[in-house]
């Protein structure tokens, strides 16, 4: 903490950055929940957790009703046989690979993903890979991270995913653009073809959607971030030589054309010609935001700490559609991927990170938003005190990014309140 | 280590949330980490609970562990009870908790809350959210029943006075628990019986204090309630009855014990609702002989069978539960039925007993609701793990009267209707009245049902277009002929899957090659012994 209160104060401990921090309970998903679109997106990948029967359980509830006849996700549940002795633990383990294997041919990825159990028990999972990958490969590579809800929040178990993904890339020279973070296909397709049409030449993602065509990487490569999150996959990046384009990130108008704008100046893309590619889809979007300007302008959002997409997207609905901001909280703040979306936000805007979450919902109820941006276990208790709430989570798995979605992105917002504005129940 | 899917059972201190959640002005601490947090949308979103489970949970990290987790606890148990003030508080350890052994309650006792602080044991890596629940509920009967308060003699001084009893096991989450308490609680009254208090559900820890003023117990949960039932039978001397009110038998039965252990008559004129009726009504003769595979909870499948088999003449293929706990009067009751009893938690072994059992109606939690649909099987729910559509807005009980009212349409409403299964079979080759219409009451079916409800017919109408391919077209693998896939196209849609395994697993086993038209009917007498 940058600047503890004074003690018996009740003020928050705004640092001396002005941000306030809080360490009290996190009403936050673990990292684990990231398996719930990086199996969809990773088609022939497969997640094992190996947890407990509470992470069983959390995946199971944060899918909902998607359940499929056999998912490419599943839990070794650590059992109480399995906590007597390691060695015996790593036996299960491999017979468990081993089995899943067999029954699922077209697996060609296999996560070993490490949970709070796993961890506290030291099981060693990048051990337990390297052995399992001498007995697969080459047909099966096994890698592992860790989604732990000691270790990560959220949208961090998808930052912990990509980041083991890097060291495993093949090496290339080629001048190459590279897209780093998981986005719906439709999404990924749309932006690699503005870029494409801007001219730059090679354009991979990362991750890609099969196992066998993960981009290769190296000191010409140049990246882009589409999600706030990924620190540590940036991090493993600049260690294989690629370089960061700092940018804003690509939701709205504005974010979209600043995000494209950092690539285009990087591959020498003449301005004449950017501006030509941009025009029509930007404009696509301006009107697509036009729509609900109006309904959501001055309105007053609070961001409950959940997907780290919190300052990206109150910089959009601030800049674009004129909401104010109450309060931002966000489970983690990475200041240098955040440097100019902070810069974007209105002055004074109270940034929170980190929660206590009966005290933030103290200020909740004192600030009685317009609408709160919160987790599932949190929304229906404030809507019944008549607040109206997004739930973060479909910001996760909706496709929101770029200019074709800048609008369906502000009518997320505006649901919520044209709803409460129709109900006469 | 065990590879699971999906999950019938939450941790254990799952469990211990349902009890909580259920009960007023008592809070739960649970030493955790952030993600186990997640259990709070179980109660906001698939409930619809308008309030936050009463449940601290500590978020220790990474960074805390071997320093100052058990301070974290502290703090965090302090916070709680300054800011909720509650009656009492139950305190324990998550999975991971339970891992670095920082002893919530021995942490408690010495801050001096100003409370009663339950410690609960709940082994993770052992135990499961039902054993959780009971455990839990146990621990708070035993920590805070006030062994003084009995109840009062049955004739005082103003006469005999009315029989009281408690109503023990419903939780938050509970599949319709809400309605069976109302349902049992008018019974009840009905019958001239006072409920002393309902628990865990809307009891305070004051109301537990006073849990041996009643007469008797009506353990309605048994997963959660035995436990502290036969508890209360050493402590109180107090009955317990034990028969769960499902089915109009079932129910009649439980006015009799409850009649018994109040020592009062049964009384004669009782109305028993319209299932007993509807079930021996002329349309529901087409429900003989449905073949329905069971799966739940022990006590709920114990009961959906006996309903099943007694009150709606079906005939039971299958019957399971996962909870290991009742596999004792599981097997018991599949012994009865002639059916090898399936007890596991493993979806896929659900899934497979469901495929071979090739049943006509599923009842089983939202489990199996998924295997019917994926199986294209009409399915009921009929026990827990729910969803959110297991909520209903309106009352709909399981238990007494009215909750067999409720199976009866509940059950039945997947099926097709009497009269229209001889109409589907009469028109079925009218251009008008193809197959893909299928059973007209369903036509209601919302767009992201319709797929799964209607999906069989278009599985299953290959075999008409083929069938009316000219006859030079080869056989398909498999070994049907043309001449037999036309018969079958003329099977009803809703029995010609079934007929066609049965033929296949005919030819299979008596070593033939070509299914013919004759093969068709043989295999049709064949299963009809
Ligand atoms: S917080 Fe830890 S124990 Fe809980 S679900 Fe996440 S990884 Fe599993
Ligand atoms: S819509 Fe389909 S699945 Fe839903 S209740 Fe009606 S028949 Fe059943």
Same mark, same amino acid.
């Given at each position: 903490?940058?600047?503890?209160?004074?003690?018996?104060?009740?003020?928050?401990?705004?640092?001396?950055?002005?941000?306030?921090?809080e360490?009290?309970?996190?009403?936050?998903?673990?990292?684990?929940?990231?398996?719930?679109?990086?199996?969809?997106?990773? !088609?022939?990948?497969?997640f094992?957790?190996?947890?407990?029967?509470?992470c069983?359980?959390l =995946?199971?509830?944060?899918?909902?009703?998607?359940?499929?006849?056999?998912?490419?996700?599943?839990?070794?549940?650590?059992?109480?046989k399995?906590?007597?002795?390691?060695?015996?633990?790593?036996?299960?383990l491999d017979?468990?690979?081993?089995?899943?294997?067999?029954?699922?041919?077209?697996?060609?990825?296999?996560?070993?993903?490490?949970?709070?159990?796993?961890?506290?028990?030291?099981?060693?999972?990048?051990?337990?890979?390297?052995?399992?990958?001498?007995?697969?490969? /080459?047909?099966?590579?096994?890698?592992?991270?860790?989604?732990?809800?000691?270790?990560?929040?959220?949208?961090?178990?998808?930052?912990?995913?990509?980041?083991a993904?890097?060291?495993?890339?093949?090496?290339?020279?080629?001048? !190459?653009l590279?897209?780093?973070?998981?986005?719906?296909?439709?999404?990924?397709? !749309?932006?690699?073809?503005?870029?494409?049409?801007?001219?730059?030449?090679?354009?991979?993602?990362?991750?890609?959607r099969?196992?066998?065509?993960?981009?290769?990487v190296?000191?010409?490569?140049?990246?882009?971030?589409? !999600?706030?999150? =990924?620190?540590e996959?940036?991090?493993?990046l600049?260690?294989?030589?690629?370089?960061?384009?700092?940018a804003?990130?690509?939701?709205?108008?504005?974010g979209?054309?600043?995000?494209?704008?950092?690539?285009?100046?990087?591959?020498?893309?003449?301005?004449?010609?950017?501006?030509?590619?941009?025009?029509?889809?930007?404009?696509?979007?301006?009107?697509?935001?036009?729509?609900?300007?109006?309904?959501?302008?001055?309105?007053?959002?609070?961001?409950?700490?959940?997907?780290?997409?919190?300052?990206?997207?109150?910089r959009?609905l601030?800049?674009?559609?004129?909401?104010?901001?109450?309060?931002?909280?966000?489970?983690?703040?990475?200041?240098?991927?955040?440097?100019?979306?902070?810069?974007?936000? /209105?002055?004074?805007?109270?940034?929170?990170?980190?929660?206590?979450?009966?005290?933030?919902?103290?200020?909740?109820?004192?600030?009685? /938003?317009?609408?709160?941006?919160?987790?599932?276990?949190?929304?229906?208790?404030?809507?019944?005190?008549?607040l109206s709430t997004?739930?973060?989570?479909? =910001?996760?798995?909706?496709?929101?990014?770029g200019?074709?979605?800048?609008?369906?992105?502000?009518?997320?917002?505006?649901?919520?309140?044209?709803?409460?504005?129709?109900?006469?129940? | 280590?065990?590879?699971?899917?999906?999950?019938?059972?939450?941790?254990?201190?799952?469990?211990?949330?349902?009890?909580?959640?259920?009960?007023?002005?008592?809070?739960?601490?649970l030493?955790?980490?952030?993600?186990?947090?997640?259990?709070d949308?179980?109660?906001?979103m698939?409930?619809?609970r308008?309030?936050?489970?009463?449940?601290?949970?500590?978020?220790?990290?990474?960074?805390?562990?071997?320093?100052?987790?058990?301070?974290?606890f502290?703090?965090?148990?302090?916070?709680?009870?300054d800011?909720?003030?509650p009656?009492?508080? @139950?305190?324990?350890?998550?999975?991971?908790?339970?891992?670095?052994?920082?002893?919530p309650?021995?942490?408690?006792?010495?801050?001096?809350?100003d409370?009663?602080?339950?410690?609960?044991?709940?082994?993770?890596?052992?135990?499961k959210?039902?054993?959780?629940?009971?455990?839990?509920?146990?621990?708070?009967?035993? *920590?805070?029943?006030?062994?003084?308060r009995?109840?009062?003699?049955?004739?005082?001084?103003?006469?005999?006075?009315?029989?009281?009893?408690?109503?023990?096991?419903?939780?938050?989450?509970?599949?319709?628990?809400?309605?069976?308490?109302?349902?049992?609680?008018?019974?009840l009254?009905?019958?001239?019986?006072?409920?002393?208090?309902?628990?865990?559900?809307?009891?305070?820890?004051?109301?537990?204090?006073?849990? *041996?003023?009643?007469?008797?117990?009506?353990?309605?949960y048994?997963e959660?309630?035995?436990?502290?039932?036969?508890?209360?039978?050493?402590?109180?001397?107090?009955?317990?009855?034990?028969?769960?009110?499902?089915?109009?038998n079932?129910?009649?039965?439980?006015?009799?014990?409850?009649?018994?252990?109040?020592?009062?008559p049964?009384?004669?004129a009782?109305?028993?609702?319209?299932m007993?009726?509807?079930?021996?009504?002329?349309?529901?003769?087409?429900?003989?002989?449905?073949?329905?595979?069971?799966?739940?909870?022990?006590?709920?499948?114990?009961?959906?069978?006996?309903?099943?088999?007694?009150?709606?003449?079906?005939?039971?293929?299958?019957?399971?539960?996962?909870?290991?706990?009742f596999?004792?009067?599981?097997?018991?009751a599949?012994?009865?039925?002639?059916?090898?009893?399936?007890?596991?938690?493993?979806?896929?072994?659900?899934?497979?007993?469901?495929?071979?059992?090739a049943?006509?109606?599923?009842?089983?939690?939202?489990?199996?609701?998924? @295997?019917?649909?994926?199986?294209?099987?009409?399915?009921?729910v009929?026990?827990?793990?729910?969803?959110?559509?297991?909520?209903?807005?309106?009352?709909?009980?399981?238990?007494?009267?009215?909750?067999?009212?409720v199976?009866f349409?509940?059950?039945?409403?997947?099926?097709?209707?009497?009269?229209?299964?001889?109409?589907?079979t009469?028109?079925?080759?009218?251009f008008?009245?193809?197959?893909?219409?299928?059973?007209?009451?369903?036509?209601?079916?919302?767009?992201?049902?319709a797929p799964?409800?209607?999906?069989?017919v278009?599985?299953?109408?290959?075999p008409?277009?083929?069938?009316?391919?000219?006859a030079?077209?080869?056989?398909?693998?498999g070994?049907?002929?043309?001449?037999?896939?036309?018969?079958?196209?003329? @099977?009803?849609?809703?029995?010609?899957?079934?007929?066609?395994?049965?033929?296949?697993?005919?030819?299979?086993?008596?070593?033939?090659?070509t299914?013919?038209?004759?093969t068709l009917?043989?295999?049709?007498?064949?299963?009809?012994?």
């Amino acid at each position: 903490m940058s600047a503890g209160p004074a003690s018996g104060c009740d003020a928050p401990p705004v640092g001396v950055d002005g941000i306030l921090r809080e360490r009290g309970q996190r009403e936050v998903f673990c990292g684990l929940t990231g398996i719930i679109w990086l199996h969809r997106k990773i !088609q022939d990948a497969f997640f094992l957790v190996v947890g407990s029967r509470t992470c069983a359980h959390l =995946l199971q509830s944060a899918a909902g009703v998607m359940v499929f006849a056999e998912p490419r996700f599943g839990t070794a549940i650590i059992e109480e046989k399995d906590l007597a002795g390691l060695a015996d633990a790593n036996e299960e383990l491999d017979r468990v690979v081993t089995r899943l294997l067999a029954r699922r041919p077209d697996i060609k990825m296999l996560f070993l993903v490490g949970s709070c159990p796993s961890e506290v028990i030291k099981l060693d999972l990048s051990r337990a890979a390297s052995r399992l990958n001498t007995r697969f490969s /080459p047909n099966v590579r096994v890698l592992n991270y860790s989604g732990s809800g000691i270790e990560t929040t959220f949208t961090q178990g998808e930052n912990a995913c990509l980041a083991a993904l890097v060291p495993d890339l093949a090496f290339t020279d080629d001048r !190459q653009l590279m897209v780093v973070g998981s986005l719906p296909d439709i999404v990924e397709d !749309q932006l690699t073809r503005l870029l494409a049409d801007l001219g730059i030449g090679k354009i991979v993602s990362l991750p890609a959607r099969l196992a066998g065509q993960m981009p290769a990487v190296g000191p010409n490569t140049k990246y882009l971030l589409a !999600q706030p999150f =990924l620190a540590e996959t940036a991090t493993a990046l600049d260690k294989r030589g690629a370089i960061h384009l700092p940018a804003l990130f690509p939701f709205g108008a504005e974010g979209t054309t600043a995000w494209l704008h950092a690539a285009a100046q990087a591959f020498g893309v003449p301005e004449a010609r950017f501006e030509q590619v941009i025009a029509a889809p930007r404009e696509r979007a301006r009107k697509g935001l036009a729509l609900y300007r109006e309904r959501l302008n001055g309105k007053r959002i609070f961001f409950m700490p959940d997907s780290q997409l919190e300052v990206p997207l109150a910089r959009f609905l601030a800049g674009e559609l004129g909401m104010e901001l109450c309060e931002v909280g966000t489970p983690y703040l990475h200041k240098g991927h955040l440097i100019d979306e902070l810069a974007a936000l /209105p002055p004074g805007t109270l940034i929170s990170e980190g929660q206590d979450v009966d005290k933030q919902l103290d200020r909740v109820r004192a600030a009685r /938003p317009d609408l709160t941006v919160c987790g599932l276990g949190l929304a229906n208790p404030l809507e019944k005190e008549g607040l109206s709430t997004k739930w973060a989570i479909e =910001l996760v798995f909706s496709p929101i990014h770029g200019y074709d979605q800048a609008g369906d992105l502000a009518e997320l917002f505006a649901r919520p309140l044209h709803r409460r504005d129709v109900l006469r129940v | 280590m065990q590879l699971t899917v999906w999950t019938y059972e939450g941790p254990p201190h799952v469990g211990a949330m349902r009890v909580a959640t259920g009960m007023r002005d008592l809070h739960y601490v649970l030493h955790a980490p952030q993600g186990d947090t997640y259990a709070d949308l179980l109660f906001t979103m698939i409930e619809r609970r308008d309030h936050r489970p009463p449940v601290t949970y500590t978020t220790f990290q990474a960074r805390d562990l071997g320093k100052d987790t058990a301070e974290l606890f502290k703090t965090a148990a302090r916070d709680a009870y300054d800011r909720y003030r509650p009656q009492a508080m @139950i305190v324990g350890s998550s999975c991971t908790a339970e891992l670095i052994q920082d002893d919530p309650h021995g942490l408690s006792l010495t801050m001096g809350l100003d409370c009663p602080v339950i410690p609960l044991e709940l082994p993770s890596y052992s135990r499961k959210e039902n054993w959780g629940a009971s455990e839990t509920f146990y621990q708070i009967v035993r *920590g805070l029943a006030d062994k003084e308060r009995k109840a009062p003699p049955a004739v005082g001084e103003n006469g005999p006075r009315r029989p009281r009893a408690n109503l023990l096991g419903p939780t938050a989450l509970g599949f319709r628990h809400r309605d069976d308490v109302a349902e049992i609680s008018r019974l009840l009254r009905d019958l001239g019986i006072d409920v002393n208090l309902v628990a865990p559900m809307t009891a305070s820890p004051a109301d537990i204090a006073r849990i *041996g003023e009643a007469d008797f117990n009506i353990c309605l949960y048994p997963e959660i309630a035995a436990q502290a039932c036969s508890w209360l039978e050493r402590t109180f001397r107090q009955k317990t009855v034990k028969t769960v009110p499902i089915g109009v038998n079932a129910t009649r039965e439980f006015i009799a014990e409850v009649c018994a252990a109040a020592g009062i008559p049964v009384p004669d004129a009782i109305d028993q609702g319209r299932m007993g009726w509807w079930s021996r009504s002329i349309d529901s003769t087409y429900l003989t002989g449905k073949r329905v595979f069971i799966f739940g909870d022990g006590t709920h499948a114990v009961a959906a069978a006996r309903v099943a088999s007694e009150e709606l003449g079906f005939k039971v293929v299958g019957l399971g539960c996962y909870n290991r706990e009742f596999a004792r009067e599981v097997r018991a009751a599949a012994e009865k039925y002639g059916v090898e009893p399936l007890i596991t938690d493993d979806y896929l072994a659900v899934e497979d007993a469901i495929e071979a059992a090739a049943p006509e109606l599923v009842l089983g939690t939202q489990m199996e609701r998924h @295997i019917a649909k994926r199986l294209r099987l009409p399915c009921a729910v009929i026990s827990a793990p729910v969803h959110v559509q297991d909520f209903p807005a309106r009352h709909s009980p399981q238990m007494g009267f009215e909750g067999a009212n409720v199976l009866f349409d509940t059950w039945v409403h997947p099926l097709v209707m009497g009269l229209e299964e001889h109409l589907l079979t009469m028109f079925r080759d009218d251009f008008e009245f193809s197959d893909a219409a299928g059973p007209s009451h369903l036509g209601h079916a919302s767009a992201a049902h319709a797929p799964a409800a209607h999906a069989p017919v278009a599985a299953e109408a290959a075999p008409v277009a083929e069938a009316a391919a000219p006859a030079s077209v080869p056989a398909e693998p498999g070994g049907w002929t043309d001449e037999a896939l036309a018969e079958l196209g003329k @099977i009803p849609f809703f029995v010609r899957g079934k007929a066609r395994r049965n033929t296949e697993r005919y030819a299979a086993e008596h070593g033939v090659t070509t299914i013919t038209r004759d093969t068709l009917y043989e295999a049709k007498s064949h299963y009809a012994r």
